[in-house]
Structure formats: C-alpha cells, structure tokens
C-alpha cells in the first residue's frame, strides 16, 4: 500500500482527523493493559460438540475455566480457507453451518456473537507480514462456534476470525502469527482451531477413542517438539517422515496450531490437554499456552 492509499484510507475510516490520532484512536479501543491472556489450540473435531457434554467438551471447559474475561476473541479456524489474508470485519457475524450429515438441532444451533471491527482494524494494521482484507462476507464457521459455544455459551464477547491463506508454507504462517502476538496484551484470546492428525479418509469408526500407530507416533512427535519449545520441525511438517504426511494431507486442520505456537514466549511453557486419539486417524490433541 502506498503513502497516499494508506492516508485515504485512513480519512475513509476517520474522516479529517490526522494520522496520529487516526491512530491512537484504533490503539484507544484495544489498549495493551499490562496482563498477558492465555492462547489456545483446541482440537476440535466434529460439529458435534457444540451439542454434547462429552469428555472433549469438558476438557474445554476446564482448560479455560480460569482466563480472564476477554475483550474480543480472535479465532484461527481450519475451515475458513482463502488466497491472501482476510479478517471478518462487519458487526454481525452469521453463523455458518459449514457441513452435511449431521442432525436437524446441529443446523439450528446459533451463536450469536457480535464481531468487533475496530480490532479488525487493528489486525489489520499490525500484520506487516502480507495486506490484510477486511471481510464482510464470511462469518462463524463451526471450527470457531462449535468450540464458543459450549464454554461461553452467552455469546456476549465479540469475535472475528483471521483466514487461512492454504498457498502459504507453515512457516509463513507462524511468521505472520508472531505479528498477531502483541494482541495478548490487548485483552485479546487468540484461539486456534483445527486438529493435528486430521485425516478423513483413514478414518475408521470402530476405533472411537484409538488411533492408528502411525497416528500416535506422529502425535507423540507433535507433543515433544511443542512441550520442548522447538518449533521449527513443526513449521516444516513435511520434514518430520511419511507419519506427518498421513496426518497433514493437507494442512487446513494443522496450520491452525502454528499460530498459537507463534504467540509463545520464551519464559512461558505449552500444556497438552485432551490428549486423545479418536477414530484411528484424528486426534483431539489440545495446547494451552500461558
């Protein structure tokens, strides 16, 4: 963007107000408050658990039971794929029933939180690494619903969703995410959602609460560079052997644990939660950092 399309842009949103208090006016809404809020990787897995208390649910529950009340969600789901990078920016969010198959009270379900397009603004403007879109279009898909609903069932913390650019390397990724990191300190949880052994043509029903070798090993592999803060095998996930290669077969549901991985710093350790294989070929594999 140029000086003068970021000057325009800058009346556009602010009318004949100068630039620093343009500024200081996106900085106004979302103040650093001196605390630092936990971020998340929540294994997600079916829709399902919107609608159900089941172990995952719980785990949930329990794992962000003690956040402090946040500002504004901001959410990484592995269901909102684009080319380049978007930020849901409109005040009403719809909630998008992104699957097929499931019970009539699954596609009922709303969760009717408000967006917040002054932090999308703000998203926006600290991301250097590549321009962000500001989207009126997309909404809520279940990866971000399906997990706020069960453990802030209000829907009264306003939330926005930063997509997936799925022609980016993981390390493109977690570079940019490193940018995003400064809105721990803005009263921002940051959540990313996705699963990180996610394949759907291995699946295999009869195993509920297993997973294949290949999927434990892999799993195993993913723990230990996450819980050593060593970060950059799992950016290039392709270098980890053919396990990695059948539990990423594509990196939709992965890349989202890139970004919370990104935001950790030095002095703060990863705990693993919802530990679990399931059906052979996923698993719900949770991360809470901070």
């Known amino acids: 963007m140029t000086r003068k399309d970021f000057l325009s842009t800058m ?3 602010f009318g004949t107000v ?3 208090t343009a500024a200081k006016a996106m900085s106004d809404a979302f103040p650093e408050d001196g605390r630092l809020m936990p971020v998340f990787f929540i294994g997600h897995g079916s829709p399902m658990n919107a609608i159900e208390d089941n172990v995952f649910v719980k785990g949930w529950k329990a794992a962000l039971a003690d956040v402090p009340q946040p500002k504004a969600i901001l959410c990484v789901s592995a269901h909102w794929l684009t080319r380049g990078t978007l930020v849901t920016a409109m005040e009403r969010p719809k909630t998008i029933h992104d699957f097929g198959g499931f019970p009539k009270e699954l596609f009922a379900v709303q969760y009717p939180a ?14 250097k690494h590549t ?8 909404g809520l898909d279940h990866g971000t619903w399906s997990v706020l609903k069960p453990v802030f069932p209000e829907a009264d913390i306003p939330v926005i ?4 650019d799925i022609e980016r390397s993981g390390k493109w990724h977690y570079d940019l995410a490193k940018e995003l990191a400064s809105l721990r300190r803005r009263g921002v949880l940051v959540i990313g959602s996705g699963n990180m052994v996610h394949n759907l043509r291995m699946i295999d029903f009869a195993m509920k609460r297993t997973g294949f070798d290949w999927a434990v090993e892999i799993n195993d592999t993913f723990k230990k560079h996450i819980l050593r803060g060593d970060h950059a095998p799992l950016c290039d996930y392709k270098s980890l052997g053919k396990s990695a290669a059948m539990a990423i077969p594509t990196p939709d549901h992965y890349y989202p644990l890139l970004y919370a991985l990104a935001m950790q710093s030095t002095d ?10 399931i059906m052979g070929s996923l698993t719900m594999t949770s991360v809470r950092i901070g």
Not at 115 to 126: F, S, T
Not at 161 to 164: C, D, L, M
């Open 11 to 13: 009346a556009a949103m």
């Open 18 to 20: 100068s630039l620093g």
């Open 114 to 127: 408000a967006g917040e397009p002054a932090l999308a603004r703000v998203v926006r403007d600290v991301v």
């Open 131 to 138: 321009p962000v879109g500001l989207d009126q279009d997309w």
């Open 161 to 164: 969703q930063v997509s997936i």
């Open 268 to 277: 703060e350790q990863a705990v693993i939660f919802n530990d679990q294989a």
